[in-house]
């Protein structure tokens, strides 16, 4: 059983190697059993099994790395970030199973409540009945109540989105340092300090932050790439996977908002269009979670959005006197995986060069401030129906071409490396533009450039023509010899294109080849 992250209670604790009587009489049940009906999320639970185990899927790097840091028996610090929403929780709580775990939720409670309930919680899990008569009153009782529990078995102490607790306990993040460094090496402890803020966790671990120095391991959850996002789609026909994630991109919960059983249009209607949905406001509460001056950051985003890329042309839009001005706000966002930053891929690696561009990196967010933000007023007046046949349906294969497909291609590419599915090996790859002319796809072995390639979102299919373009742009390139060819196309190829490729040196994709490739 895998817990659904957005309908914790403020604290849980699992445990599932031994049982335990919840009250003084009645059968026995797991403590992980118990702290589900305590949150009443079975029947939830039982509902949605299959989509949770979705999110696990194509996870096994972050549960190797748990679980080698379980398996270690020596004392492991572990700092879990992620953006809101990805899956955190669903991955500790999977990871909780079968362990003799702690497992704490944070929300903005008292520390009274927070305390009074991991006291409940510890004595089902547990059985230790006097927690019941006598909950903690303090953070210092409760962590050396881990000490004493750990002294019989290795114990697993997860501290869920801790900026609240923090907040609920100024100073807690200091008493967990110094219990820590007290008592860490004569106990059997893996404590896990997970948080959705990556400031907080940022100023947590920091030069000048309790945990600096400490931690044994870090780990950033990441989004699904297109590829895992579409499980969440099975019906889906390949190209509207496609516009899917261009809508969406691959945070699980968004996705689990989708019903398979609805087409896109529906979806969109029910989420984004719907004003009493979570993700007609989630990026606004995106931005509430990080920036004190939200205003800010939603300009740059939206000026970006709106296409202003270059930093000179950002700054302006926003009301900024040049580039200097937003320089450390454009970090903070592509720290924050929501902008990314591109120069052409000949210059990577340089760290000096005028070819800088801003680009949204996130494919929800891209969506928002293009078609949401712009018309909340009519999604309030509930004309959501009429936004999206008259703006965002014309709009959307645009959209997709603009910014997903090429985004989708890349993420093809990288995963048909790693299958092994061609004797072309490249360890970069990107766009490559000048001032005359761009490649939407070049890989770099070194310096080379061994593959060149377009990705057309068109109605028309890929002709002869469109390779022999490709090709006389290419000779800007460092080429030794000739690149491997790469053309995708929504549309197809012609005949004539498909004889060509067959010689071997042009690799064609369609939609339906995105998805054909091994996971």
Known sequence: MVVDPMLFNPIYSCQELRTCRVGSSGPQISPLEASLRRGKLKEHMAEHNDLALSEIHNRERELRQLSDAWDSHVPELITVWGRRRVGKSTLLAHFAREKRAIYLYGTRASEADILENLSLLMAESFGDERLREDPFRTWTGALNHFVRLSRTGRLLVILDEFQFMCEATPGLDTLVQRWWDENHRSTDVMLVVCSSAFSFVHELTGAAGA??????????????????????????????????????????????????????????????????????????????????????????????????????DIARAVGRGGADDIFDHLKRLIDLHFVRREVPITEWGRSRTQRVLYKLADPYLRFWFRFVAPQQSAILLERGASLWREQIAPELDDFVARFAFEEICMQYLWRWLAAGETSVAFNHLGRWWDAESEIDLVGLNGNTAVLVGEAKWTARPVGPSDLT????????????????????????????????????????????????IPA
């Open 211 to 312: 945990l600096h120095g400490r931690r044994t391991g870090q780990l950033e959850l990441a989004p699904f790439d297109y590829l895992d996002a579409a499980r969440f789609f099975p019906h889906f026909a390949p190209e509207d996977r496609v516009r899917a994630y261009a809508c969406l991109g691959g945070i699980p919960a968004y996705l689990r908002f989708w019903s398979p059983e609805r087409t896109l249009e529906e979806s969109v209607l029910r989420t984004m269009l719907s004003p009493g949905h979570v993700l007609f406001r989630e990026a606004e509460e995106l931005l509430r979670t990080e920036f004190h001056n939200e205003a800010l950051y939603a300009s740059i985003l939206r000026a970006i959005a709106g296409g202003e890329h270059r930093p000179s």
């Open 469 to 516: 373009r490709l090709q006389a742009k290419a000779g800007k390139l460092p080429l030794h010899g000739s690149p491997l060819w790469v053309l995708a196309s929504r549309s197809g190829f012609t005949d004539e294109l498909r004889r060509r490729a067959a010689v071997g040196d042009v690799l064609l994709i369609e939609p339906a080849d995105l998805y054909a």
